[in-house]
């Protein structure tokens, strides 16, 4: 499950659900984009090295990420941003699977929440 997290101090003006659908593409969860989250992060203070967004990616250690898919996808994640006119600092870690949970749940009437 790629999480990506995008801090800036302004705010994109891109929406999330435009951004997942491309990197959905970017790291290889198209068929299954249901996996992927993203969430765009505006921030009041942040050190930095001069990009305009930080991106931060958790994702599943797979036998086809390797370094390179990995590396290139973090290029084309920050070629994406850099069409939108935002430089990005981008960032990627994988984990170990066996190391995962997750948890849902819905209301008494069986649905999720609307917040």
Known sequence: MPLVKLF???????????????LAGIWKVAAT????????IQVTDESTTGEDVYVDIRAKAKPDRTPEVVQKACEETAALLAQHGFSA?????????????????TTSTGERSKL
């Open 8 to 22: 800036s101090r302004r705010a994109l003006g891109i929406p999330a659900t435009t951004l997942h659908q491309s």
């Open 33 to 40: 984009p249901q996996v992927m989250k993203v969430l765009c």
């Open 89 to 105: 600092q981008v960032r990627a870690e994988l984990y170990e699977p066996s190391l995962q949970y997750t948890a849902s749940a």
